[in-house]
T-cell receptor, first 116, second 116 residues
Framework: DARVTQTPRDKVTEMGQEVTMRCQPI?????VFWYRQTMMQGLELLAY????????DSGMPKDRFSAEMPDATLATLKIQPSEPRDSAVYFC??????????????FGPGTRLTVL | GENVEQHPSTLSVQEGDSAVIKCTYS??????FPWYKQELGKGPQLIID?????GEKKDQRIAVTLNKTAKHFSLHITETQPEDSAVYFC???????????????FGKGTHLIIQP
């Protein structure tokens, strides 16, 4: 069945290193969301795209985070340089605005990031 | 921006009993309210959602009610089973005309424990 895929599933890195997380949305979906989950803050929206255009990235620290959609089948979230406070699980979700009957966001399995 | 409060943070019920989780939201423009279930190590999975033109929606053992005037919505699970044990999140968003919802604002989650 159709699923959102995310790679890597786990990433351990050292402070200052660049981290790139990838997401493949469900085929045919035109909206991609990035969320971050931590114990303290819960699930937070970082950014989202529709038809590959960024619609809202107000939840993202602009100085070190960047999100892109190189094509309709790939979304990336980069952190450069990474810091220990970036340790979290990062979720990608996809959806579509082409079906007026649904607004469901389908979540991927997440990337667990640990910055030492 | 939107703020979603969720209670309780932990709920323990006997198998077969009912469970109720409550959420309030702050932005009167919000019109889409999904509920997600998250199991350990997995991404959130939609279990039911409701739009602001509907007061109640039911799907087998799960129901959601919405009070727009009071800005609160609730999840009801009847005849609870061990597999219902998980963390449940409520969320709010704005669904645009023509389809497609904005990013979700989540509550902090409720850890539901089903006692055998």
């Amino acid at each position: 069945d159709a699923r959102v895929t995310q790679t890597p599933r786990d990433k351990v890195t050292e402070m200052g290193q660049e981290v790139t997380m990838r997401c493949q949305p469900i085929l045919g979906h035109n909206t991609v969301f990035w969320y971050r989950q931590t114990m303290m803050q819960g699930l937070e929206l970082l950014a989202y795209f529709r038809n590959r255009a960024p619609l809202d990235d107000s939840g993202m620290p602009k100085d070190r985070f960047s999100a892109e959609m190189p094509d309709a089948t790939l979304a990336t979230l980069k952190i450069q340089p990474s810091e220990p406070r970036d340790s979290a699980v990062y979720f990608c979700a996809s959806g579509t605005d082409r079906d007026r009957g649904t607004d469901t966001q389908y979540f991927g399995p997440g990337t667990r990031l640990t910055v030492l | 921006g939107e703020n979603v409060e969720q209670h309780p943070s932990t709920l323990s019920v006997q198998e077969g009993d009912s469970a109720v989780i409550k959420c309030t939201y702050s932005d009167s423009a919000s019109n889409y309210f999904p509920w997600y279930k998250q199991e350990l190590g997995k991404g959130p999975q939609l279990i039911i959602d409701i739009r602001s033109n509907v007061g109640e929606k039911k799907d087998q053992r799960i129901a959601v009610t919405l009070n727009k005037t009071a800005k609160h919505f609730s999840l009801h699970i009847t005849e609870t089973q061990p597999e219902d044990s998980a963390v449940y999140f409520c969320a709010a968003s704005i669904r645009r005309r023509g389809g497609g919802a904005d990013g979700l604002t989540f509550g902090k989650g409720t850890h539901l424990i089903i006692q055998p």
